[in-house]
Nanobody
């Protein structure tokens, strides 16, 4: 079992940057592909990006490609989401998840509690 804790959210102006972190407990972190999802008020949870176990493969939603970057440090059991050129429409609660390399939330068995990102215009 994996427990995930996100951090790094906050309030930022349009065009700004934030880096989210997701720390995992346990010694099996490197066995999981990791995903980031987000959910804005009144909307369904949506895929942001995913990274393979070794970090060698990534996949991003079209809405964030070129602005967001996912990385991981297996020695620290942590996955990161670097968000640049933020827009108001990026405002959401961001979740990290552990599971299988996929754009589908159902492919991820373990989820963090989420961290709020608010982008002001």
């Amino acid at each position: 079992q994996v427990q995930l804790v996100e951090s790094g959210g906050g309030l930022v102006q349009t065009g700004g940057s934030l880096r989210l972190s997701c720390a995992a407990s346990g010694r099996t972190f490197s066995r999981y592909d990791m995903g980031w999802f987000r959910q804005a008020p009144g909307k369904e949870r949506e895929f942001v990006g995913t990274i393979s176990q070794s970090g060698g493969f990534t996949n991003y939603a079209a809405a964030v490609k070129g602005r967001f970057t996912i990385s991981r440090d297996n020695a620290k059991s942590t996955v990161y989401l670097q968000m640049n050129s933020l827009k108001p429409e990026d405002t959401a609660v961001y979740y990290c998840a552990a599971g299988v390399f996929s754009t589908q939330a159902s492919s991820y068995a373990y989820w963090g509690q989420g961290t709020q990102v608010t982008v002001s215009s």
